[in-house]
């Protein structure tokens, strides 16, 4: 279970695939109660970096720290145990079981909560992401926005210090794009560090504190979404030329 901890920093982060180095000295931090996107085009290093971050990869170099402690090495499942949540881009839930039953195998691995605070807290999260009404529904008959937020409902499970989101946007209608805006906004209420990468920008900016834009495998920029859409150099490689926050 978590700890409590406050700051999850990747530090001088490199990748090396044979001789192409794609990910070069790459700095990323996220701090509790804030929203922080990782963001640039097709081959600019993004997903590596955010999958090193995540475990699924190791660095070629650089470190990981959660608060002051290396995890570099820690697996995936290791990281979840100390508070850091991973929503995939790949639907995650089992079709075939039920919302309710999808919540209760990832609550039923918290042993030192009695049953009946396990049923009290997938209670509370089927309402707080407005699934409630879907609690009897099979996985596999959600939208992809009933989808996502079960999904997050199920990170929420571990009460982790720590989301980090990949594409949380992809494939999923206008309207559910705004429900999942509110829910990321919730976690940052709920005083939970998100780290999010998409490819829909404007999306993404909007509901970002601060985010890195990376490109040829090296931050190019870093700041406010209003620095960013304001930086002639993010739109003259990235953003474009006529983008509009809103």
């Known amino acids: 279970m978590s700890n409590g901890h406050q700051s999850l920093k990747a530090e001088g982060l490199y990748k090396k695939y044979g001789t192409r180095m794609v990910v070069k000295d790459v700095d990323v931090s996220v701090g509790r109660k804030?929203?922080?996107?990782?963001?640039?085009?097709?081959?600019?290093?993004?997903?590596?970096?955010?999958?090193?971050?995540?475990?699924?990869?190791?660095?070629?170099?650089?470190?990981?720290f959660l608060d002051d402690e290396n995890i570099t090495q820690d697996a995936m499942y290791i990281r979840a145990r100390k508070g850091i949540g991973y929503l995939a881009q790949e639907p995650s839930i089992f079709s075939k079981l039920s919302?309710?039953?999808?919540?209760?195998?990832?609550?039923?691995?918290?042993?030192?909560?009695?049953?009946?605070?396990?049923?009290?807290?997938?209670?509370?999260?089927?309402?707080?992401?407005?699934?409630?009404?879907?609690?009897?529904?099979?996985?596999?008959?959600?939208?992809?926005?009933?989808?996502?937020?079960?999904?997050?409902?199920?990170?929420?499970?571990?009460?982790?210090?720590?989301?980090?989101?990949?594409?949380p946007f992809a494939g999923v209608d206008p309207?559910?794009?705004?429900?999942?805006?509110?829910?990321?906004?919730?976690?940052?209420?709920?005083?939970?560090?998100?780290?999010?990468?998409?490819?829909?920008?404007r999306e993404t900016l909007s509901i970002t504190d601060r985010s890195y834009l990376l490109f040829e495998g090296q931050i190019l920029k870093s700041g406010t979404s209003e620095f960013l859409a304001a930086d002639d150099e993010a739109r003259r490689l990235y953003?474009?030329?006529?983008?509009?926050?809103y």
Do not use: W
């Open 34 to 64: 804030e929203v922080v996107g990782l963001l640039g085009p097709n081959g600019a290093g993004k997903t590596t970096t955010f999958y090193m971050i995540t475990g699924m990869i190791k660095p070629s170099k650089g470190d990981i």
């Open 99 to 167: 919302v309710e039953n999808n919540l209760k195998l990832v609550l039923e691995m918290r042993k030192e909560l009695s049953y009946d605070e396990q049923q009290e807290k997938l209670d509370s999260l089927l309402n707080d992401l407005s699934v409630n009404h879907l609690r009897n529904n099979k996985g596999g008959t959600l939208s992809g926005g009933e989808r996502r937020r079960v999904e997050i409902a199920r990170s929420l499970c571990m009460d982790p210090n720590f989301i980090l989101l990949d594409e």
């Open 175 to 201: 309207i559910a794009v705004e429900e999942i805006q509110a829910i990321i906004d919730s976690l940052r209420e709920r005083e939970i560090g998100v780290l999010v990468t998409d490819h829909n920008v």
């Open 239 to 245: 953003l474009g030329e006529k983008f509009k926050l």
